[in-house]
């Protein structure tokens, strides 16, 4: 056994220090489904900034201090408060805020989002098929980013006015009409936060032709 460590204690080192390195300050999140398109798209790998919000015990929801404040329109890695899966979507309301949705039409506080002109699209689906999209942008006070509407798809377009509680946050995919989010799950406690998603990594177009996605390595999220 002392020969073992001997031999590898260096290697073994590396790993409990990288270990430590994921889990408590940066970390890569691979995008596995579309429910975030046009931002992200399948096959993109996003860097994680574990202490955005909070310091927390590795390999634990434990905060040991806050370290910042999420704002809307972060993207933010966290799990799901129904079933623990590891999901990545936009922050849109903080806590205290009334969050509502009118035929699709995003309100904050009682402010409406406005829209830019929509952009039609063929949206790729499973097994070869495509859908009719219409993307545009979504203005709501200091945040703008793009969002996207699928034809013929049902999901939850309108929903009453929610006021999210305090410690939690109010989390929407950017494709609206696929996208299993605050609307279906409620919202998100902060201690299920995992970060902030900031840049790209890489990205390949695994559901494609596994070619490289050069445009879009270590691209700025918005």
Same mark, same amino acid.
């Not at 204690?9 to 975030?36: E, K, Q």
């Not at 009682?110 to 495509?130: K, L, N, V």
């Not at 902030?196 to 879009?216: G, T, Y």
């Given at each position: 056994m002392k020969s073992f460590w001997a031999t590898n204690r260096a290697f073994i080192l590396f790993l409990v220090l990288f270990g430590l390195f994921r889990t408590a300050i940066a970390d890569w999140n691979p995008i596995p489904s579309g429910s975030m398109r046009p931002s992200l798209l399948e096959g993109d790998v996003v860097l994680v900034n574990r202490l955005a919000y909070d310091l927390k015990v590795p390999l634990t929801n434990l905060s040991l201090a806050r370290l910042g404040e999420p704002q809307r329109g972060d993207i933010v890695v966290f799990f799901s408060p129904k079933d623990d899966t590891r999901l990545i979507k936009r922050l849109v309301?903080?806590?205290?805020?009334?969050?509502?949705m009118r035929n699709g039409v995003l309100i904050v506080n009682g402010e409406a989002a406005q829209y830019s002109e929509a952009r039609q699209f063929q949206e790729p689906?499973?097994?070869?098929?495509?859908?009719?999209?219409?993307?545009?942008?979504?203005?709501?006070?200091?945040?703008?980013?793009?969002?996207? $509407? !699928?034809?013929?798809?049902p999901s939850l377009r309108s929903m009453p006015a929610y006021r999210v509680p305090e410690g939690h946050y109010w989390m929407m995919g950017?494709?609206?009409?696929?996208?299993?989010?605050?609307?279906y799950f409620g919202p998100v406690p902060r201690h299920l936060m995992v970060g902030r998603a900031h840049h790209l990594v890489l990205?390949?177009?695994?559901?494609?032709? $596994? !070619?490289p996605r050069w445009e879009r390595f270590g691209m700025p999220l918005s």
């Amino acid at each position: 056994m002392k020969s073992f460590w001997a031999t590898n204690r260096a290697f073994i080192l590396f790993l409990v220090l990288f270990g430590l390195f994921r889990t408590a300050i940066a970390d890569w999140n691979p995008i596995p489904s579309g429910s975030m398109r046009p931002s992200l798209l399948e096959g993109d790998v996003v860097l994680v900034n574990r202490l955005a919000y909070d310091l927390k015990v590795p390999l634990t929801n434990l905060s040991l201090a806050r370290l910042g404040e999420p704002q809307r329109g972060d993207i933010v890695v966290f799990f799901s408060p129904k079933d623990d899966t590891r999901l990545i979507k936009r922050l849109v309301a903080l806590a205290g805020d009334t969050v509502e949705m009118r035929n699709g039409v995003l309100i904050v506080n009682g402010e409406a989002a406005q829209y830019s002109e929509a952009r039609q699209f063929q949206e790729p689906m499973d097994e070869g098929q495509t859908l009719p999209a219409l993307r545009l942008h979504e203005r709501l006070g200091a945040r703008e980013n793009q969002i996207q $509407w !699928l034809a013929g798809v049902p999901s939850l377009r309108s929903m009453p006015a929610y006021r999210v509680p305090e410690g939690h946050y109010w989390m929407m995919g950017d494709n609206r009409d696929n996208s299993a989010d605050s609307r279906y799950f409620g919202p998100v406690p902060r201690h299920l936060m995992v970060g902030r998603a900031h840049h790209l990594v890489l990205s390949v177009a695994f559901k494609e032709d $596994w !070619l490289p996605r050069w445009e879009r390595f270590g691209m700025p999220l918005s």
